[in-house]
């Protein structure tokens, strides 16, 4: 089950699963949202809480309510949580919580649509492998893989159509260094194009 109790500071006994079996993915799903919702009611009031749908990261707000930061968050952890990429996709969803936490403690600010891009990406890229997670000071989510010294992939997740992506490449001795902006659907096939490893 999903821990969201380190964001929230409430405890497992607040919301207990019921004595029955449920199939894991209705027990996840049900879990992500009931924290969810209690979220969206202890820390985004008066805001209008978003409807979950299972896989949407486009929560359906008012038009011209700010977005609250704590309900992207938890559309993210919840689309990654119930991921194609099980294992890899959780481990995501754990170091996103932890971020999102790090960030409350310090008075920092995730960027919502970067967030979403994030949960986007690895959702739709199930063959990429588990990356290095941080956060930039811009607020803005940063993932690295790193193969060794002069051998990396990174993809910073701006919010805007276009992702930055910076990659160091092995070439006969030496390292090739590339910087670029590409689009968030293309950035996988053109660092690997260039020779770029995601493993």
Known sequence: MLDLAPLTGLSAVDFQEEARPVPADETRIASVRRWAAVISSRQCSPAPAAAFTSGSLAPDLEWGT?????QVVFEAIQALYLGRSDHRDRQIAERLTALYRDALAEDEKLQTGSVRQFASFFVDQPGVGLPKITLTPDGTLRARWIAGPGNFTAIEFTGAPLVKLVAEIPRNGATAQYFGYE??????Q????????FA
């Open 66 to 70: 700010p977005e609250p930061d704590a």
């Open 183 to 188: 689009l968030m659907s293309a950035v996988v």
């Open 190 to 197: 053109i660092a690997r194009d260039i020779g770029a490893t």
